[in-house]
């Protein structure tokens, strides 16, 4: 089955620098990468996904990158607030209606004011 | 639009009992997934229904199952509860489609086994 390795598992950044979260998969066949942020007492929240015909994708201060070949992927944040503040997990899920998404081990960002 | 509802928020029990939480999905969405989270753990897999049919299964014992109903909200249930099945447990919803649709999650319930 896919196995979804995510690093770092902690990352600290001072406010306004950036935060790269890498992960990598091992399924070649999977082809939806959702990332979803988990504050604290709450569920995850889908932030930005990218399907695998898509090498890049940016909404805002966030973008995510795709190498199929390495299959590997990137979660990057600029400008970073203190409300950025929160576990992030990275996913990999194959197509074909199956919906199963394997999940990262997550990554808890704290940006220090 | 109201998201993913769960209830209840927190669930305590003590060893051998049964425990059932229940989720309700977006409006419009069919399918309906169940995830474990232990405390500083990832998310585990544990069910998925579509269409009131169970479509996949995490590595979990037979002990948890679920069910769907006609307007797609769902149960999860815990039976014989042990003191490792204290974790938060997630619901998510999805539209269903041959191309992997969104899972949008509720805020979970968290049990606690004494």
């Known amino acids: 089955g896919e196995n979804v390795e995510q690093h770092p598992s902690t990352l600290s950044v001072q406010e306004g620098d950036s935060a790269v979260i890498k992960c990598t998969y091992s399924?070649?066949?999977?082809?939806?990468f959702p990332w979803y942020k988990q504050e604290l007492g709450k569920g995850p929240q889908l932030i930005i996904d990218?399907?695998?015909?898509?090498g890049e994708k940016k909404d805002q201060r966030i973008a995510v990158t795709l190498n199929k070949t390495a299959k590997h992927f990137s979660l990057h944040i600029t400008e970073t607030q203190p409300e950025d503040s929160a576990v992030y997990f990275c996913a990999a899920s194959l197509s074909g209606g199956y919906q199963k998404v394997t999940f990262g081990t997550g990554t808890k960002l704290q940006v220090i004011p | 639009e109201a998201g993913v509802t769960q209830s209840p928020t927190h669930l305590i029990k003590t060893r051998g009992q049964q425990a059932t939480l229940r989720c309700s999905p977006i409006s419009g969405h069919t399918s309906v997934y169940w995830y474990q989270q232990a405390l500083g753990l990832g998310l585990q897999f544990l069910l998925w229904y579509d269409e009131g049919e169970e479509r996949n299964r995490g590595n979990f014992p037979p002990r948890f199952s679920g069910r769907q109903f006609p307007n797609y909200s769902s149960e999860l249930n815990v039976n014989a509860l042990e003191l490792e099945d204290s974790a938060l447990y997630l619901c998510?919803?999805?539209?269903?489609?041959?191309?992997?649709?969104?899972?949008?999650f509720g805020d979970g319930t968290r049990l606690s086994i004494l």
């Open positions: 998510a919803s999805s539209l269903r489609g041959i191309v992997n649709q969104p899972q949008h």
């Open positions: 399924d070649s066949a999977s082809n939806y």
């Open positions: 990218i399907r695998s015909n898509v």
